[in-house]
């Protein structure tokens, strides 16, 4: 589904951003991407959504090579993945109901069939009563299934998910957490970034380490931090 | 096919609010391209009326009178014409004695002749009117005649019609270079005006590109703001030149050909060529306005 092959990222400013990155995510898995600020997670979020260029190496997605396409081809690319950041980015004059159609509206999609699914993914992040509210009327959590309802709405085969659960208490950030799960169990790759210790504990998902731009550690059923290198 | 004109839809529904929402500065935009088709307007005119005048006296004058001075004596007179007629390129050679003259002269003044009436004495003097096959023979013959004795003035119209020529060239090329700036000036107040609305959108734009929205998608309804606008200063222009030249025209016609016996290019010839002018010059303002101010917001 995702696939990194020595993927190397120099940005234009010198500093450099990952170094011989492998990496391979299969369809309808759920992988966190944990490591401290700067370690090069947004990076490779950024590469999957073709917002930069790898200086080296190729990347994959779908077994279709995404390393060098032209800038028309991108919104294609991005319409298979679904986004979510950690700040929301709904629009404020558009209601609810709005925000999930306009990504529909965007690429095209029938009237009817709008209708259908929207009404249809707000129930699934469990915010059909709040379906003509507008986004200040909502809480943060609220906010994020929006968001999270946006990024399915399209039914892309990926979801990516910048620490969806950043702005949150953590009960709001489980809530959001049992939505992903929901997502993923119903075949959605999903791929998180996050600093969310207790949270990524407790899941028992795969867990992509990186450190200084370095993979150093992808195990199944991980947790946050390595005992070892704990120590 | 169903899908792209919902897209299309979309985008053009986006961009009349687009421009609803900024009409207040989509004013300046307005106006600046209503004043810069006004002025190409009056160029244009003013091209096509020089060049009407080149054309209609290169008809009419390819002919050469000689006047004569009052004193003449009979053997000049045939001298005179002698040497006229031997030139190459000489259709005839017409006496024309100052009654003629001044009869010709209260047919053309018509309803105005009346202006000639005062007169005690005639004051136009006698002269020979040469005919050429064309105004390229007048240069030899005038040079040829000039000098004789008994001739007051040569008049002779080939000088004038280079002067024409070249004050035609001035012009276009004057109005050309102003239209131009003026042009340039008006892409630039186009591009900040929709920059206004791609500024207060670039949240909506962002999110849009997030969620796959193809570039056309998100520059269509930019474009076709400018688009509006520019044809909104057209339509302008347009009736603003028409009316207005129609007025002129009304007004000084009748005089100008009493003077220099030429017409203006009538009103009703021009409107339809000129509005296509307008209307693509103004909507070619606005597409690339709009493109101006996107380009930096696309690429990033």
């Not at chain 1, 119903?186 to 969310?196: E, N, W």
Request: proline share 3%; aromatic share 8%; net charge neutral.
């Amino acid at each position: 589904m995702i696939q990194f092959v020595n993927v190397s990222k120099e940005y234009k400013n010198g500093v450099k951003a990952l170094s011989n990155v492998n990496l391979s995510i299969e369809k309808g898995e759920f992988v966190f991407l944990v490591g401290p600020s700067g370690a090069g997670k947004s990076t490779i979020i950024k590469l999957i959504l073709k917002e930069e260029d790898p200086t080296e190496g190729k990347i994959y997605l779908n077994d279709m090579d995404i390393t060098k396409v032209k800038n028309r081809k991108i919104p294609y690319i991005r319409r298979k993945v679904g986004v979510v950041f950690q700040d929301f980015r709904l629009l404020q004059n558009k209601t609810v109901y709005e925000n999930v159609a306009f990504a529909m509206e965007i690429i095209g999609a029938h009237p009817k069939e709008i209708r259908r699914n929207v009404p249809m993914v707000l129930s699934m992040v469990d915010l059909s009563r709040k379906a003509y509210c507008y986004p200040d009327e909502l809480s943060g959590g609220e906010h994020q299934r929006v968001a999270i309802a946006r990024a399915i709405v399209n039914s892309p085969p990926i979801l990516i998910a910048d620490e969806p659960t950043g702005n949150l208490d953590p009960e709001t950030a489980w809530e959001i957490m049992n939505v992903l799960r929901d997502i993923n169990r119903r075949g959605t790759t999903v791929l998180m970034a996050t600093h969310a210790k207790d949270i990524v504990d407790i899941m028992k998902k795969r867990v992509i380490a990186i450190e200084s731009g370095k993979i150093v550690r992808d195990e199944e059923k991980g947790v946050y931090e390595n005992e070892i290198s704990n120590i | 096919m169903r899908m792209k004109f919902r897209i299309f839809k979309n985008i053009v529904k986006q961009g009349f609010q687009g421009m609803w929402r900024n009409r207040g500065m989509g004013l300046a935009s307005v106006g600046s391209i209503t004043a810069v088709l006004i002025i190409l307007g009056i160029v244009l005119i003013m091209i096509l009326s020089i060049n009407n005048v080149v054309v209609e006296t290169k008809n009419k004058f390819d002919e050469i009178q000689i006047f004569l001075e009052d004193d003449i004596t009979d053997e000049q007179l045939d001298y005179i014409e002698e040497q006229a007629k031997e030139n190459e390129g000489v259709l005839s050679v017409i006496y024309q004695s100052k009654e003629q003259a001044l009869e010709i002269m209260k047919e053309d003044w018509g309803e105005n002749a009346y202006l000639l009436e005062g007169f005690e004495t005639n004051p136009l003097p006698d002269s020979f009117i040469v005919k050429l096959k064309g105004i390229e023979y007048a240069d030899s013959v005038v040079n040829k005649v000039q000098e004789l004795e008994g001739i007051d003035e040569v008049k002779y119209y080939k000088d004038i019609i280079e002067k024409l020529v070249l004050m035609a060239n001035y012009v276009r090329g004057g109005g050309l270079i102003i239209t131009a700036i003026l042009i340039v000036v008006s892409i630039f107040i186009i591009s900040n005006t929709i920059k206004i609305t791609v500024t207060a959108r670039q949240r909506e734009i962002n999110i849009m590109k997030y969620v796959g929205a193809t570039n056309g998608y998100i520059r269509g309804p930019f474009i076709i703001e400018g688009v509006l606008f520019g044809l909104i200063g057209a339509v302008l222009s347009i009736l603003i030149v028409n009316y207005g030249y129609r007025y002129f025209f009304n007004t000084v016609n009748d005089k100008l050909y009493v003077l220099f016996t030429v017409y203006l290019v009538p009103p009703v010839a021009l409107i339809k060529d000129l509005s296509i002018i307008f209307i693509s010059i103004g909507m070619g303002i606005g597409a690339l306005g709009s493109l101006v101010s996107l380009k930096r917001f696309l690429n990033a």
